[in-house]
């Protein structure tokens, strides 16, 4: 995997406030929100405001 093969993804607030009550809830938000937004993306981990996600296709 390069570098052109990640991509940093900014989500909004009310995402990350989920983080700190459900986390469960928060990954499969972050899931649908990727999926919707970024089809050839999968995230892969969240730090510091962003989501990391990894390009699937081609």
């Not at 406030?17 to 928060?26: R, T």
Request: aromatic letters at 10%.
């Amino acid at each position: 995997m390069n570098e052109k093969d990640l991509h940093r993804v900014l989500i909004k607030k009310e995402l990350w406030d989920l983080q700190h009550v459900d986390v469960e809830a928060f990954k499969e938000a972050v899931k649908d929100y990727i999926e919707k937004g970024y089809p050839e993306y999968t995230p892969i981990k969240a730090s510091k405001g962003f989501i990391l996600c990894r390009r699937d296709r081609r």
